[in-house]
């Protein structure tokens, strides 16, 4: 991305933010297809409605047997038409997805971005980032 913005403040506003700049980046390399964004049943609410909001139809994705966003659904819902995944982690169950890399790697490999949410994370232990996870 050429161009990005420092201002939004975080919540909804930063997760509305990021959902605009997902649809100005597809349009800018003219891939109009991309329409859909994934998430889950226990992700932050602001991360359906912003997406929702910015023009995106949402794919909500349930938890397997043991609480964790259904990884088979997650590869039967992505496609050519998804633009980005928004997931919190940990959940706001508490839950953390231990198979969040595999969830992020199966979005790259379709072109997505992916918008990681790790506020519950942050107010358990203080400082979060995706790229020391491995995740970047």
Do not use: W
Not at 89 to 95: A, L, S, V
């Amino acid at each position: 991305m050429d161009a990005f913005s420092f201002q939004p403040g975080g919540g909804a506003h930063a997760t509305f933010a990021a959902a605009v700049i997902i649809r100005e980046y597809f349009k800018e390399k003219g891939d109009f297809k991309r329409g859909e964004v994934i998430t889950t049943i226990f992700t932050h609410p602001c991360d359906v409605a912003t997406p929702a909001v910015a023009g995106f139809k949402i794919i909500t994705l349930m938890p397997d047997e043991n609480g964790y966003p259904d990884l088979e659904a997650f590869k039967a819902a992505i496609s050519d038409k998804t633009a980005a995944i928004y997931i919190t982690n940990p959940e706001d169950t508490g839950i953390f997805n231990p198979r969040i890399k595999e969830h992020v790697d199966i979005a790259h490999e379709h072109g997505a971005i992916c918008y990681y949410d790790k506020a519950n994370v942050n107010g358990v232990m203080g400082v979060s980032r995706a790229k020391e996870a491995g995740l970047i």
